[in-house]
């Protein structure tokens, strides 16, 4: 609220106000821009204030979509990392040993040459020679696009070891996901579940929903073994055990079938329930659904008492009963089959509560909650629609409970078929995109899965040809999978093999790994984009470490080549090759593309971009731009013209405003060219050359707000796919069916069971069949099944800081005030068992390594679990810090107790520690054992690393920080204590 | 002299809902960064790359797990910074001049070109509210933003304290206590607002909303703690309507 | 609280200067000490310089001591205001009164008044002070009633010790000021005893729960707002170990009270002797040390009630 803005001072007798001389309205500077924020992945809105070309303050674009004006502690804080003493100035060129960190600074057009010379012989060779691997890339429209142009089927973002789960589990069931692709309806639910979530993404947008949930009174829920942050302020914290989330789901979808509360009609019109599944066990279409000659799944209607397809939209599907079929064989509704599975006795909440860690009255009493918010306080909003068959329809009714889960659930090696169980119980309360439900994001919903397949295969690959398509896509059966004729996989990190078929965002994982190894081959460079590999964003950190520097007989690195962009003196730019120096977020062209990930919302779709708001004062560029020039230099199609001149001579904006995907798609939807009808939504049509001015008039963003008519049941909705489809989000106008059942997984599992052209080699059978089932099932996460759980008693998690993200806010002056060292976090109980108190140093060990942390003591914690803060733990030297800083000395990383491997089983063979089915690293999976520290030992964390020496011309970090005192209204620089003042240095 | 004025004008001041402050530390970086140019500036850091980092903060964030033996225990993350209190003692010890109340609208300010750095202010502020600006010799501490709240140049919407805006769950509320139908008064009033050790006799202006009860029972929202089978008798699928439209 | 040594240092220099200020005052103008310049030099000049001591010492705890004059300026509310103006006001009847005293050798009349004043002046100094830390709600073991007499006995006691040994230097013999030592470290010492007693058994009305209005059984700390210390921890957060404190207040007693008594009752039966003056500078010695532990001690063992949101279970 504003308080009456004018003070009054002067008429009030107020001797010390007088002497003050309070300036009251200084001014924020000459000139205010809006950009977006990237202080991490949310993508908000911001207003950067600017006052003698240095930045004043940064504050929350109200306008924005994402926003709305709020801003997050690393938001806030983005004028440090903006500043950083960190900052990388200038290309740079290994000298000493890799891991030695001596470098030599060159000019770019030397980087360039370098680069485009190595990669030039690669791709006239063998394209799949380059692993191009970006990590916390916002601009995966860009990068993924120009490594296809290159060649190589080795392209992934971070989402493999990030949330693929999340993403595949939602993208094979609803067409949209958990992750940032979806959001609780934030305005009217009234019973939120929110699983396994410390922070993710929608950073700003779920804390501004919670708020507003707190506000209305709904009950929030939160299933996290850990009681902080969102889960401090849930009316109910259910403190699972970790792992176990998919047989609690289970069990409240036992307890919702036994009482016949299911939303029959939302299951029938929304959902594959009543599809016919055949019956056949042994044949190679067993589990699979009858379909008509025209490819329609069959139903059986009741009124009919006929088979109808599916899309008939006259027929009474019957959800249970047994048909026969035109061959005679037989075929039930796949809900039967859906409730004959969770009916069963072992998903009963007394069969799952120990396993849980829950008691099994709470788990009937949350059943009997959501049925009762779902069915007796629906809701109707008065909005007309029409539906996909042209039915129109008076309202909109509404179940108001909601779910959202992320890495909690993901990454486990589960966690696939837990989110998809998720998304069943969703199903069964009729509460996806619905009123008071969770609802999708656009572009989302996209067809079950989208319409993109990998390439990659073998004839895609070849010396100086571009890939047909992008790398990274949707599998729909056995033949998608990207394999080379001898079994063994195409991609350097096998995704898309038998041993992760659905890896849909590759497995960022086990690139250097496999690098190194030579598994399944050996490449020659490793381009790396924002992530930070050889420290908190791989497994086995100090292995990997070894192998970055690992030479073969030759003397020669088993990788390579490693090229690699940051815009800070991360971990990982000692091991790299040859470093190209990337701008800070406020100084280059972004663009936040609907091509990418969305940053729209339910109700409208929307993107943005960044603009450089301040010139860089050192020698680097923005990596999208560097990109393009290399693609121009090496001549790749799309960035060069026919007489081989650069096609986006004006670099990334340039690109940005022209470059269409498809025609009339770009990277921005906004203020594109109407053709001479005007007959085409803003969306699509002709590049506009003027397309950024608009951009920047409208403050970075463009925001397309959806009719009220189509803003739910948009996988349902004519008006919303016809939009959709206009934009080419889906191939056809019809509706969108939820895969309640997936018969995409079940024609894996007839491979796996020795159907098909396409089938598993022996080893990997078994687990094909047993993973790759058509409805979910749970099981327990893979390493514990192949670890001694009583000498490993511990489930050992991290959790995001809200205020930190990953391990660039350490270098941020004033987040790492906040937490510059993580403790180990453990059960009180725990402690006094083990006679462990608060600040105690212990081991931490895992069946792969140990590690040394000081504890803290709580609560608010699954007795069974330990935890840290994520990516705390420096390398001492990295990130221009001290080499003595509390990250390095007393910080720790869990990392080094994962292992990317799992125990070996029975025949030695050791798969990834990863979900079977996505290829999801399965961080969360971890089990260790602590012990107290000797007294004798020393107070530090352990291991510690050599110092990494700084690169040339790094600035040596101040002492003190006076940001700001050149802004101080009126008394410029008065209280400058020149005594002890040394200024800063 | 440094009394405090008999009565203020206006009180205003913050009410912190701490049944919904997620802890994200959002209040406090956004507090830095409008202040460490504002009206106080610099909030000086000292060591910000070293061993033991330590800055001027005019508002901080801590986390405390109680019991409160209404049920399960409870996580509650508590942002502080100064409450502008009636009874700001803080004003009344200093021996300068530096520190006053003012008679407009409450709030306890420092004047820098006055302070002589005694600290004794900071020992008679129970809130640890004052915060010490080593490097200049001289005490700050909040301003309840005065540089933006009647700031001119900004939006009507934007004159609040920084950390009100931005806080992203909207636990913070800004207002005049003095006016009871402002929205913190009526908060207050709503949900039991609380001043922090009301013991010590400060009558701080800012207030605490304590965290609701948490409702973990089913008759919280009307529902049944468990749902009734249907009857096995009759097949557990017997539910199922089958003249369902399509 | 952090027992910073400029703090310590100013309390008790300025405390046993105030003392000595005080009873030279007294008892000069009663004619009850020898009129010999010298001594009036010598003592007057220990008083004012242990004052001047103190007083300096303070300035070095400033942020800003150029800007030290500035703390006069609000006596009418601010106890270290108030300490400030009585305290250089002091010294205009102590200056006075060593004029007198050493130029004329004349302590009678006018210059009796000024010692009394000076005694005045010199006790309400002391009182000042002492209410600094009195009026101090935030810490209980500071805002209570036995924080003025302690500081005003031990101010008395330790000027009378510093008098008591400096009449022995000069081979005078004031019954009444020898007499007065052991009975003014009685005093002091019962004083003291019940405010540890006090402080041992009573505690701040403000609890963790009260700190952030939070009802419940406990208030466990989890995660502090920074990692690394902060100003509030290092100037508030001081914590001395009960095993510490214990063994330091015996010391105190030993040094303060027990070893100084039995030497000043050693002065006065063997007054005139040189063991008594031997014991008497050496109950000064010692007590000098006992006052720094005391003081210390007064620091060390208050309680900021800060420190409820950093984990302390009470202050
Ligand atoms: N134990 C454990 N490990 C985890 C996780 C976990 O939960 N627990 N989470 C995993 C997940 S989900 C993820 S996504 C990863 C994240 O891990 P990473 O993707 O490695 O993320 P960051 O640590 O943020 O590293 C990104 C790098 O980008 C650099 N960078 C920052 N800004 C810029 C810029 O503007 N331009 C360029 N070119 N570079 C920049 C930083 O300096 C840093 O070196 O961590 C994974 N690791
Ligand atoms: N501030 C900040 N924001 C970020 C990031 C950051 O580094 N900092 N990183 C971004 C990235 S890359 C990502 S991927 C997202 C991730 O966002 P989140 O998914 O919120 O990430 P985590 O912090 O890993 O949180 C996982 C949560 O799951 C809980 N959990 C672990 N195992 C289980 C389980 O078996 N069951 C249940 N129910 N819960 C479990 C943990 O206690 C933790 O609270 O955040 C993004 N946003
Ligand atoms: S959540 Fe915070 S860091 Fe992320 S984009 Fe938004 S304001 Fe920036
Ligand atoms: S909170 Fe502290 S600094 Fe603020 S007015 Fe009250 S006593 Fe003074
Ligand atoms: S530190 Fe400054 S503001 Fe505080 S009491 Fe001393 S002079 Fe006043
Ligand atoms: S009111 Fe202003 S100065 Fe005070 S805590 Fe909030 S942002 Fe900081
Ligand atoms: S910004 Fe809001 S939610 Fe975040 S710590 Fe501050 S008050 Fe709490
Ligand atoms: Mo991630």
Redesign the interface.
């Known amino acids: ?9 002067a008429d ?3 001797p ?2 007088k ?2 001389k ?7 500077g000459d000139e205010v821009k809006y950009t977006t924020c990237y202080m991490c992945a949310c993508r908000c809105g911001i207003r950067v204030y600017m ?1 003698d070309g240095k930045v ?5 674009n ?1 306008n924005h979509p994402i ?1 709305k ?9 983005g ?1 440090m990392q903006h500043y950083s ?1 960190a900052r990388l100035s200038k290309p740079l060129k290994r000298v000493g040993p890799r891991g030695s960190g001596e470098f030599e600074e060159i000019e770019w057009d030397e980087a360039m040459d370098i680069a485009t010379k190595r990669l030039k012989k690669i791709r006239e060779t063998d394209p799949s020679k380059l692993a191009f691997f970006t990590g916390r890339d916002q601009s995966q429209a860009t990068t993924g696009w120009w490594s296809s142009m290159f060649g190589t089927p080795n392209y992934a973002a971070h989402g493999g070891f990030c949330s693929v789960n999340m993403a595949a589990a939602g993208l094979y069931s609803i067409g949209g996901a958990f992750w940032e692709f979806g959001e609780p309806d934030w305005g009217l639910t ?2 939120f579940m929110m699983f396994g979530m410390a922070e993710d993404h929608d ?2 947008p779920i ?2 929903g ?3 949930l ?2 209305r009174g709904a ?1 929030f829920v939160s299933v996290n073994p850990i ?11 259910v403190g699972i055990r970790p792992g176990t989330d998919g047989l609690f789901v289970m069990a409240l979808m036992h ?8 939303d ?2 939302y299951i ?2 929304y959902t594959n329930a ?1 599809w016919l599944v055949i019956q056949d066990e042994g044949a190679s279409d067993h589990g699979m659904f009858a379909r008509d000659d025209e490819g329609d799944p069959l ?1 059986w ?3 009919d008492e006929a088979l109808k397809p ?1 899309t ?9 009963g047994e048909y026969t079929l035109a061959d005679g064989r037989t075929a039930v509704p796949s ?2 089959l859906v ?1 004959e599975r969770y ?1 069963d006795e072992q998903y009963a909440p007394d069969a799952v509560a120990e396993t849980c860690g829950l008691k099994a ?1 709470d788990i ?2 949350i ?3 959501l ?3 779902a069915f ?1 306080e629906e809701i109707e909003l008065d909005i007309k629609w029409v539906d996909w068959a042209g039915r129109r329809q008076d309202k909109m009714i509404g179940r108001p409970v909601s779910f959202h889960a992320m890495r909690g659930i993901s990454a486990h090696s589960n966690g696939f078929h837990t989110c998809r169980a998720i998304h069943v119980l969703q199903m069964f309360l009729g509460s996806v995109e619905v009123p008071g439900g969770f609802r999708i994001k656009a572009p989302f919903p996209k067809p079950i899965p989208p319409t993109n397949k990998p390439t990659g295969k073998v004839d895609h690959v070849k010396p100086g040809t571009h890939l047909p398509g992008m790398a990274l896509g949707f599998p729909t059966e056995p033949a998608d999978l990207l394999l080379k004729d001898d079994g063994s996989a195409v991609r350097i990190d096998k995704a898309y093999t038998w041993e992760h078929p659905l890896a849909s965002h590759g497995l960022m994982h086990m690139v250097i790994h496999n690098a190194w190894k030579g598994d399944p081959y050996k490449i020659d460079t490793l381009m790396l984009f924002m992530a930070n590999m050889s420290w908190n964003s791989s497994m086995n950190t100090s292995k990997v470490i070894e192998m970055l520097t690992d030479k073969d007989e030759d003397g020669e690195y088993k990788i390579p080549n490693i090229i690699y962009s940051d815009a800070y003196y991360s971990e990982m730019v000692p091991y790299a090759d040859l470093i190209l120096p990337d701008t800070t977020y406020l100084e280059r062209f972004d663009c936040i593309s609907l091509l990418d990930r969305p940053i729209s919302s339910p109700h409208s779709a929307a993107d943005a971009i960044r603009y450089p708001i301040v010139e860089p004062d050192r020698d680097v560029r923005g990596f999208q731009g560097v990109l393009l020039d290399l693609g121009a230099r090496l001549g790749l199609p799309g960035m060069v013209n026919d007489d081989g001149s650069a096609k986006y001579p004006g670099g990334y904006p340039d690109y940005i405003a022209n470059h269409e995907r498809q025609p009339g798609v770009g990277l921005l939807a906004g203020w594109r060219l109407q053709d001479e009808d005007g007959d085409h939504m803003d969306c699509r049509g002709p590049a506009n050359p003027n397309q950024l001015e608009k951009y920047l008039e409208n403050e970075s963003f463009w925001h397309h707000e959806f009719l009220p008519e189509h803003t739910y049941y948009k996988m349902a909705n004519k008006g919303y796919l016809e939009w959709a489809h206009e934009l080419g989000c889906v191939v056809t106008k019809t509706q969108i069916v939820f895969h309640m059942y997936s018969e995409i997984l079940q024609s894996f599992k007839l491979a796996g069971e020795g159907h098909g052209e396409h089938q598993p080699p022996e080893e990997h059978r078994e687990r094909i069949a047993t993973y790759f089932d058509p409805l979910p099932i749970w099981y327990q996460p893979l390493e514990e099944t192949l670890t001694d759980l009583d000498e490993y008693p511990l489930h050992a998690l991290t959790q995001r800081p ?2 930190m993200y990953h391990s660039w806010g350490s ?1 941020n ?9 993580n403790r180990m976090y453990i059960a009180r109980k725990l402690g006094r068992e083990k006679d462990i108190k608060d600040d105690d140093w212990i081991w931490i060990t895992s069946p792969h390594g140990r590690i040394k942390a000081q504890v ?1 003591l ?3 914690v699954n007795a069974n679990t330990v935890w840290t803060w994520n990516a705390i733990g420096k390398r001492a030297g990295a990130w ?3 080499k ?3 990250e390095a000395k007393k910080g720790f990383l869990l990392n080094h107790l994962i292992s990317e491997l799992l125990p070996a089983r029975g025949d030695g063979y050791r798969y990834s520690n990863s979900d079977p089915v996505t290829g999801q690293a399965a961080w969360f999976d971890l089990r260790v054992k602590i012990e107290k520290c000797n007294a004798d030992e020393v107070e530090e964390s352990w291991p510690q690393f050599e110092p990494t020496a700084k690169p040339p011309h790094m600035v040596d ?9 050149e ?3 009126g ?1 410029k620089a ?4 020149d005594a ?2 040394g200024g800063s240095k | 002299m440094t009394s405090l004025p008999q009565s203020t004008n206006k009180r205003l001041g913050l009410v912190i809902d701490l049944d919904t402050c997620v802890g994200c530390h959002a209040c406090a970086t956004n507090c830095k960064e409008w202040n460490t140019g504002g009206h106080m500036a610099p909030l000086t850091d000292q060591n910000p790359y070293g061993k033991d980092p330590d800055g001027v903060w005019f508002n901080r964030v801590h986390s405390f797990e109680v019991d409160r033996g209404d049920g399960p225990g409870v996580t509650i993350n508590f942002p502080r910074s100064c409450m502008h209190c009636d009874n700001a003692a803080c004003v009344t010890v200093c021996p300068t001049g530096a520190s006053y109340k003012r008679a407009e609208d409450g709030i306890v300010l420092v004047n820098t070109d006055k302070c002589i750095g005694c600290k004794l202010c900071s020992w008679a502020c129970p809130y640890g509210a004052r915060e010490f600006d080593e490097d200049e010799g001289v005490m700050k501490k909040c301003t309840l933003c005065i540089d933006r709240i009647y700031n001119e140049t900004l939006d009507i919407e934007d004159r609040q304290p920084a950390c009100v805006l931005t806080c992203p769950v909207g636990a913070r509320h800004y207002g005049d206590f003095n006016d009871p139908n402002s929205n913190v008064s009526k908060l207050v009033a709503e949900r039991a607002g609380r001043p922090l050790m009301p013991e010590l006799g400060y009558n701080p202006t800012n207030r605490y909303l304590p965290p609701r009860a948490r409702r973990v029972d089913a008759e919280n929202i009307g529902a049944q703690s468990r749902l009734d089978p249907v009857s096995p008798r009759k097949g557990f699928l017997s539910w199922v309507d089958n003249a369902l439209s399509r | 609280m952090h027992p910073a040594f400029s703090v310590i240092f100013f309390t008790t220099s300025s405390g046993a200067g105030y003392g000595l200020l005080a009873l030279m005052g007294l008892f000069g103008a009663a004619g009850q000490l020898p009129q010999d310049r010298w001594f009036g030099l010598t003592g007057l000049f220990i008083a004012l310089g242990l004052v001047s001591a103190g007083l300096l010492a303070s300035m070095l705890h400033l942020g800003r001591p150029e800007r030290a004059w500035r703390a006069m300026s609000q006596w009418r509310s601010s106890w270290l205001a108030r300490e400030g103006v009585l305290a250089l006001a002091t010294y205009v009847p102590a200056g006075i009164f060593a004029i007198g005293w050493v130029f004329l050798e004349n302590t009678s009349g006018l210059f009796a008044l000024m010692g009394v004043l000076s005694t005045v002046m010199a006790l309400l100094t002391v009182i000042a002070t002492s209410m600094i830390y009195r009026s101090l709600k935030t810490i209980h073991q500071w805002n209570n009633c036995w924080t003025l007499p302690g500081y005003v006995t031990l101010s008395l006691m330790t000027g009378a010790l510093l008098l008591s040994a400096l009449l022995m230097v000069f081979g005078e013999q004031v019954r009444a000021v020898h007499g007065l030592v052991p009975v003014a470290i009685v005093v002091a010492w019962i004083v003291k005893y019940v405010y540890w007693r006090f402080i041992d058994t009573t505690q701040s009305l403000a609890t963790p729960n009260s700190a952030i209005g939070v009802d419940g059984a406990s208030v466990k700390p989890l995660d502090p707002p920074h990692s690394t210390e902060n100003y509030l921890l290092k100037e508030m957060g001081f914590q001395v170990a009960r095993k510490h404190a214990t063994k330091l207040r015996l010391i105190s007693i030993a040094t303060l009270f027990v070893l100084p008594l039995v030497l000043s009752l050693i002065a006065y039966m063997g007054v005139g002797g040189m063991i008594a003056l031997i014991a008497a500078v050496l109950a000064v010695m010692l007590a000098g040390l006992g006052i720094l532990a005391e003081r210390w001690l007064f620091f060390a063992e208050a309680r900021h009630a800060v420190n409820l949101y950093y984990g302390a279970e009470s202050v």
């Open positions: 609220m504003t308080v009456d803005p004018k003070p009054a001072t009030i007798h107020d010390h106000a002497a003050d309070v300036d009251f309205s200084p001014s924020l006052k004043r303050y940064i504050q929350g109200k926003n004006g709020v801003l997050c502690a690393k938001g806030s804080s004028i003493p009234k019973y950073s700003n804390k501004i919670l708020g507003k707190k506000k009950k009681r902080t942050g969102y889960s401090a302020i849930a009316d109910e914290w307890e919702l079938l036994k009482a016949g509360k299911i029959q009609q029938v019109r009543p139903v209607s009741t009124k599916s008939d939209i006259t027929t009474t599907p019957a959800l249970k809900f039967q409730a009916l009255d009937r009493r059943a009997a909650e049925a009762h918010v007796e809200m205020h270098q002056a004033w987040l790492r005030q906040i937490t510059n060292q803290k709580m609560d608010g221009n810090l001290d003595d800083a509390p970090a101040p002492d003190i920080l006076r940001y700001g005192e802004f101080k209204p008394k008065k209280n400058a204590k002890k003042n």
